[in-house]
């Protein structure tokens, strides 16, 4: 009997890290992949930023239609959108001189939301185009689902919903006033406001207060800007910017906080929500796009109004104070991890996928 021959699927992978992850987008694609491979009915390619020898990023699609010139032979593609900007006009490639390609768009969240201006116009069309010329979008989290659906509600998408590895709970000792960010440091995390409302607070309110911000530092202006803020306000004492730590010295600084603080502006899911949770932190943070989903004021956190550094800095001061509200949250924050999704959840789904997508 003549053995089956594996479809052949092409990554496109030239910017991020799938192999070495540390966003949650990444973790998400990287297990996504190769839960695939685990399948071990698909024969994967990788075009990581290993083979992009330095190329320009605009001229990445022309250096990839060269040096993947058997793409023909391939049954599906797959991209992260946070590429359309340089990859769009090849989508419509393929689209055209390979009708019968599958190409499959990762999506996370919309760029356009955290852009203003003519930059968000040009960012919306974009985004609007690449989903459209694709041959399925997935989408790991409900909030981006259904924002695909108002801007594009003729196309196809696959929600792969988000799943967590379930251990249990280890609750933290809860160091009275001791806050925890968690999270690659630039603009879009927000830390400017956080920054700001402790400089806010009074020398009585901030006695005892200190920040840990665990994450990567290598957005350097960014940083600068963060540390002149900690300058202005003497904050030196107060927080500490810690940078990118391993996955045993994450714990220990989970192990010991009192809440998590996310300011953040734009999440497509916050995956580091539920992991701040699994310790029993009650999590503190704006109330905009997919973070009400996860955080339920009152319940396992507090949301602030958005933007808000006054009432950034009241939600702090009130869960600092209160430590019955506190353990009220705690108690809740528990309750979301254990009710969150398993990755067993997860598997089955992506397994239905290789099968019913890529298979069939």
Not at 20 to 44: A, V
Not at 150 to 164: G, H, I, N
Not at 261 to 276: H, K, Q, R, T, W
Request: aromatic share 14%; hydrophobic share 40%; glycine share 6%.
């Amino acid at each position: 009997m003549k053995k089956k021959k594996k479809k052949k699927v092409l990554v496109l992978y030239p910017s991020g890290n799938y192999l070495y992850p540390t966003t949650g987008g990444e973790l998400y694609d990287s297990y996504l992949f190769k839960r695939i491979l685990f399948s071990g009915q698909i024969d994967m390619s990788f075009f990581t930023k290993d083979h992009t020898r330095r190329i320009n990023k605009w001229l990445l699609p022309a250096y990839i239609l060269w040096s993947c010139r058997r793409i023909g032979s391939y049954d599906a593609v797959f991209l992260n959108s946070g590429w359309f900007a340089q990859s769009i006009w090849l989508l419509y490639f393929f689209r055209i001189f390979y009708p019968k390609l599958k190409v499959y768009v990762i999506h996370h969240h919309f760029r356009y939301q955290e852009m203003s201006g003519i930059k968000r116009q040009l960012q919306y069309m974009l985004e609007w185009l690449g989903l459209g010329v694709s041959f399925a979008i997935i989408t790991p989290n409900p909030y981006t689902h259904s924002l695909i659906k108002q801007m594009r509600p003729d196309s196809r998408t696959v929600f792969l919903e988000m799943a967590f590895k379930k251990n249990v709970p280890t609750c933290s000792c809860y160091v009275l006033k001791q806050l925890l960010f968690v999270g690659t440091v630039y603009q879009r995390k927000g830390l400017l406001y956080l920054l700001e409302a402790i400089g806010q607070m009074s020398e009585k309110e901030r006695s005892g207060i200190h920040l840990d911000i665990v994450g990567d530092l290598s957005q350097k202006k960014y940083y600068k800007c963060l540390l002149s803020l900690v300058h202005l306000y003497g904050l030196e004492d107060i927080v500490t910017f810690v940078g990118r730590i391993s996955d045993e010295e994450l714990r220990s600084y989970y192990s010991r906080a009192y809440c998590f603080v996310f300011p953040s502006l734009l999440e497509g899911y916050g995956m580091v929500l539920i992991e701040a949770m699994s310790y029993g932190l009650p999590v503190i943070a704006f109330d905009n796009s997919a973070i009400p989903f996860t955080v339920k004021n009152d319940r396992n956190g507090i949301l602030v109004r958005n933007k808000s550094i006054l009432d950034l800095k009241k939600a702090i001061l009130k869960l600092c104070v209160d430590t019955d509200y506190h353990r009220k949250l705690c108690d809740g924050a528990l309750d979301t991890y254990r009710n969150a999704r398993s990755l067993s959840d997860l598997d089955i789904d992506i397994e239905n996928f290789v099968i019913k997508e890529l298979i069939n």
